[in-house]
Nanobody, 124 residues
Framework: QVQLVESGGGLVQAGGSLRLSCAAS????????MAWFRQAPGKEREFVTA????????SYGDSVKGRFTISRDNAKNTVFLQMNSLKPEDTAVYYC?????????????????WGKGTLVTVSS
């Protein structure tokens, strides 16, 4: 069982930056590919980005390409989401997810574990 705890959310003005972190409880965290999803009020959960176990492969949703960057520190059991040039439409609860596979996946139903989320609000 992997427990994931997100942090770093908050209120930021449009054009600003935030860095989210997701800490994993499992010492075998390095066996999991990791992903970030987000869900805005009244909308479906949306894929944001994913990273492979080694960190060598990444994937991004079209709406965040060029603005967001995912990274991981396997020694610290932590994955990060650097968000730059934030827009009001980025406002959502951001969820960290883990998948027990070396392959990354953009589907929410492919994830094995989820965090409880952290709220990001971007004001215009």
């Amino acid at each position: 069982q992997v427990q994931l705890v997100e942090s770093g959310g908050g209120l930021v003005q449009a054009g600003g930056s935030l860095r989210l972190s997701c800490a994993a409880s499992e010492r075998t965290y390095g066996r999991y590919s990791m992903a970030w999803f987000r869900q805005a009020p009244g909308k479906e959960r949306e894929f944001v980005t994913a990273i492979s176990r080694s960190g060598s492969n990444t994937s991004y949703g079209d709406s965040v390409k060029g603005r967001f960057t995912i990274s991981r520190d396997n020694a610290k059991n932590t994955v990060f989401l650097q968000m730059n040039s934030l827009k009001p439409e980025d406002t959502a609860v951001y969820y960290c997810a883990a998948r027990a596979s070396y392959m990354i996946n953009s589907r929410a139903d492919a994830m094995d574990y989820w965090g409880k989320g952290t709220l990001v609000t971007v004001s215009s």
